[in-house]
């Protein structure tokens, strides 16, 4: 008796996993989701809808979208309801764990970055109200990131070593020539409009603004 009930708890949990799985947009919905960077403090996903396009149903971990293009989804909720939210260009949102299965329906295409937290609680990590040579715009908090919309002075500077107690994700508002180097890897020079990196907490980085113009990123600081 022992013993098969032993088995049968085992079977329940498989079953249980395997249906806690399934709602992974990733996994339920490639098409729509894709996996830009992933590693164990965040997932960041590239969205893309064109116009009609529908999801499944599916679950996200608490998040910040970045919206690359205005747009209007309507969410189906587990509960049968339904809601619309309008997406505004570069406006990022601070989106609480959940469930749901969004459909496009705007007239031009979703394009979008999310960025999923993957710790079992927020940090404490104090967050930056400035930075030198970045100008720092808030334009979403939650307890646990702060998304900004910054721009990279022409003589924006970091030397070699520099390091944060914060976890980063900078994401390339449109074409830029910043040089960013992370933990003695080779530089990335030349950004194009939604290009992902992660700098993590503590790790020594170095960047410059190389191209003599404002670069203009959104930088998600995560706690």
Do not use: C
């Not at 098969?4 to 498989?14: C, E, F, H, P, R």
């Not at 969205?47 to 996200?60: E, F, L, N, V, W």
């Not at 969004?102 to 007239?107: A, K, L, S, Y």
């Not at 603004?209 to 995560?222: C, F, L, Q, S, Y």
């Amino acid at each position: 008796m022992k013993s098969w009930k032993a088995s049968s708890i085992v079977l329940l949990v498989l079953v249980w996993s395997g249906a806690a799985l399934a709602q992974d947009a990733v996994k339920v919905d490639p098409s729509h989701y894709k996996v830009v960077f992933e590693n164990e403090s965040v997932r960041v996903l590239k969205i893309g809808y064109a116009p009609g396009g529908k999801s499944t149903m599916h679950q996200h971990a608490d998040s910040i979208v970045i919206p690359l293009s205005p747009s209007k989804v309507r969410f189906g909720l587990p509960d049968g309801k339904t809601q619309d939210s309008e997406l505004a260009n570069e406006m990022p949102q601070y989106m609480p764990a959940g469930t749901h299965n969004p459909t496009n329906v705007g007239t031009g295409p979703v394009e979008a970055l999310l960025i999923e937290f993957k710790t079992a609680a927020p940090g404490k990590a104090a967050l930056p109200t400035s930075r030198p040579g970045l100008e720092l715009k808030v334009l979403a908090e939650g307890p646990r990131a702060i998304a900004y919309r910054s721009t990279a002075s022409p003589t924006f500077a970091e030397p070699a070593g520099s390091k944060h107690d914060f976890d980063q994700v900078v994401v390339a508002l449109g074409p830029g020539s910043l040089s960013l180097s992370i933990d003695g890897k080779p530089a990335k020079t030349s950004w194009a409009r939604g290009d992902v990196q992660f700098i993590g907490r503590g790790v020594a980085h170095e960047a410059k603004n190389t191209g003599g113009k404002p670069v203009d990123m959104m930088i998600v600081a995560i706690k």
